[in-house]
């Protein structure tokens, strides 16, 4: 989501929400260490580029110090394909910078919401376990009349 001045990024794991200004302030400082980072953002032409250090010291990133910093790139590249590129930086664990990159495409299919359902694979089982167990005990009570 794009507002004046800011950019939302959304994640449907654990529905986080990444705010990020695109005024070009600085990054916090005083120790301020927010759990998803602190982003900042710019448009370099038609790509939004996101900065995030000052990450919480339980956002250990592959085993990243404090001086992580992690650099996004959201680029369009045709009506429905948006590629993103990443790069992290840590010097005081990395001895290079490494990065990666994906192309998305937009879908028409259905976007399920994350959720832990590994109760939806035993469901059946479950249920067949609780209707076995409530026909012994009406056998039970029938057999004790």
Request: glycine residues 12%; hydrophobic residues 35%.
């Amino acid at each position: 989501v794009q507002a004046p001045g800011y950019a939302v990024i959304m994640a449907e794991m654990i529905h986080e929400a990444r705010v990020i200004p695109l005024d070009g302030r600085p990054h916090l400082g005083g120790g301020v260490r927010g759990y998803l980072g602190d982003s900042r953002g710019h448009f370099e032409g038609n790509t939004l580029v996101i900065e995030t250090t000052n990450f919480h010291p339980e956002q250990n990133f592959r085993g990243s110090s404090a001086n992580l910093k992690v650099t996004e790139r959201f680029t369009p590249v045709g009506p429905n394909r948006l590629h993103y590129a990443f790069w992290v930086e840590d010097p005081t664990v990395f001895a290079q910078p490494w990065g990666g990159e994906y192309e998305f495409s937009r879908t028409k299919d259905q976007v399920y919401e994350y959720a832990c359902h590994e109760g939806n694979y035993g469901m059946s089982g479950i249920l067949s376990g609780a209707r076995a167990v409530e026909r012994k005990a009406a056998a039970n009570k029938t057999s004790s009349r």
